[in-house]
């Protein structure tokens, strides 16, 4: 019932090739977390604000991958451990590891395609900081992490940022398109972060979605969403897509 629900909502959104994979990603350890987060990049934003990306980032896609985050586990909390300590060190929390995820050439090369090229490895960082210590294997994790990057950008809602690319929108708007081609209901479902470009404009970077980790599979569709409890929403009134 669900593979049929997620396909029968992706062609609803323009989204005909595009089908669910497989089962959520299941946790070997410390699996008593609330939520996942995605936080999918506004490319050419997320390139032209703060440092940059590097001089061979690939300009190809508008929307990249930044990273597939689970919430503070439980047993932390019980421990009192900060969520923004969880958030600074996530699985630092449980001891460092510093050592590049072993991906096979096809999957680096997809990656090296849609994650931002910063002076350290993103994905590096992404799978020492969020997946190692819940015992996901580098691989699968990463490839439903690009699944989902996937589905969204060839949504309805991926459609309608791309045709907007150059133009400044409303976060009024943006979030009201977003909700009716998803039938959201959720509070905090997408959460919008800019920054300023070079030339000082206030430009969209990133994009959060609060996901139930046992309905990723359903993502971009309204079941897939949780309230996010912490407000970290930063976009204006208004901002620029830039484009490449």
């Known amino acids: 019932m669900r593979l049929a629900f997620a396909v029968i909502l992706l062609g609803f959104a323009g989204c005909t090739t595009v089908t669910p994979t497989g089962p959520a990603l299941q946790p070997a350890a410390h699996g008593d977390f609330h939520h996942d987060t995605l936080a999918l990049t506004w490319q050419p934003g997320f390139c032209s604000a703060g440092s940059g990306c590097l001089p061979d980032q690939p300009r190809t896609p508008l929307i990249g991958l930044h990273g597939l985050w689970a919430s503070e586990p439980r047993s932390l909390e019980a421990q009192n451990v900060p969520v923004q300590e969880w958030w600074k060190r996530g699985c630092d929390v449980y001891g460092a590891n510093d050592a590049p995820p072993v991906l096979d050439g096809a999957m ?12 350290h490895s993103l994905v590096t960082h992404e799978y020492n900081k969020h997946a190692r210590c ?5 691989g699968p994790f990463f ?10 950008a060839q949504s309805a809602m991926g459609q309608w940022l791309a045709e907007r690319a150059g133009l400044v929108v409303t976060h009024v708007d943006l979030l009201a398109f977003f909700d009716k081609v998803t039938s959201n209901t959720t509070l905090r479902a997408l959460q919008l972060q800019c920054g300023k470009d070079q030339e000082g404009r206030v430009v969209l970077t990133q994009m959060w979605f609060t996901l139930r980790h046992d309905r990723l599979n359903d993502f971009p569709g309204a ?11 930063n976009c204006p009134a208004q901002f620029l897509l830039r484009k490449w």
């Open 108 to 119: 680096q090369q997809s990656l090296s395609t849609v994650v931002p090229h910063l002076p």
């Open 134 to 138: 819940f015992g996901y294997q580098a």
């Open 143 to 152: 490839a439903a992490a690009n699944d989902l990057r996937l589905k969204f």
């Open 223 to 233: 079941s897939s969403y949780i309230t996010a409890p912490e407000n970290q929403d």
